[in-house]
């Protein structure tokens, strides 16, 4: 049982390249969420999905776009990098309403926008 | 808006030395508090959920309660592999829009056992 995986974990992009972060779980999750975590800012949700073929922004979704592809599937693109996107990018995923909703979290990607 | 702060940012304790860790939070009806731990490199991981003022929970050597006002995550008799950062987090209905199903998280306490 994986969990959330991410890919890749590490990559560096030049300013102006475009990228896709992918993100899958197998847990049969209705939610699925794309944070970044910045020294001293802790995590902020970029994008969240309630479930499959919905798509919501969150705290920071500038310069970002999400596609649930299908429930098991979240990827996070970003279309022309900036410097300012040099973050670690974490998928998570949970159950969705009232009760245990407590969201598992992949292994993050590092991300270097130089 | 939902706010999360957590104190301190960073605390120093010999192996055995308990204390506690806090996150005071001002949420609109609060649907859960969350405790969760990261360790470097990694992502955070699931500790506890508290739902109303009163709930406690424990696993291990910690203990998490939960007030109307703030959570407190105790740690007992700590031991060296107990170092991380702890995080807290707070999830709002799901009518309160803005990510209202993701979570608003404080930016950690970071904790070292020293044997």
């Known amino acids: 049982n994986a969990g959330v995986t991410q890919n890749p974990k590490f990559q560096v992009l030049k300013t102006g390249q475009s990228m896709t972060l992918q993100c899958a779980q197998d847990m049969n999750h209705n939610s699925m969420y794309w944070y970044r975590q910045d020294p001293g800012m802790g995590l902020r949700l970029i994008y969240y999905s309630a479930s499959e073929g919905t798509t919501d922004k969150g705290e920071v979704p500038n310069g970002y776009n999400v596609s649930r592809l299908n429930k098991r599937e979240f990827s996070l693109r970003l279309e022309s990098a900036a410097p300012s996107q040099t973050s670690v990018y974490f998928c998570?995923?949970?159950?969705?309403?009232?009760?245990?909703?407590?969201?598992?979290f992949g292994q993050g990607t590092r991300l270097t926008v130089v | 808006e939902d706010q999360v702060t957590q104190s301190p940012e960073a605390l120093r304790l010999q192996e055995g030395e308990s204390s506690s860790l806090n996150c005071s939070y001002t949420v609109s009806g609060l649907r859960g508090l969350f405790w969760y731990r990261q360790d470097p490199g990694k992502g955070p991981e699931f500790l506890f959920t508290l739902y109303s003022a009163g709930e406690e929970k424990e696993k291990e050597r910690l203990k998490a309660t939960l007030t109307k006002k703030e959570s407190f995550l105790h740690i007992t008799a700590p031991k060296p592999e107990d170092s991380a950062t702890y995080l807290c987090a707070v999830q709002a209905p799901w009518y309160s829009g803005g990510g209202a199903d993701g979570l608003t998280f404080g930016k950690g306490t970071h904790l070292i056992i020293q044997p």
């Open positions: 998570a995923s949970s159950e969705y309403g009232d009760g245990d909703t407590e969201a598992f």
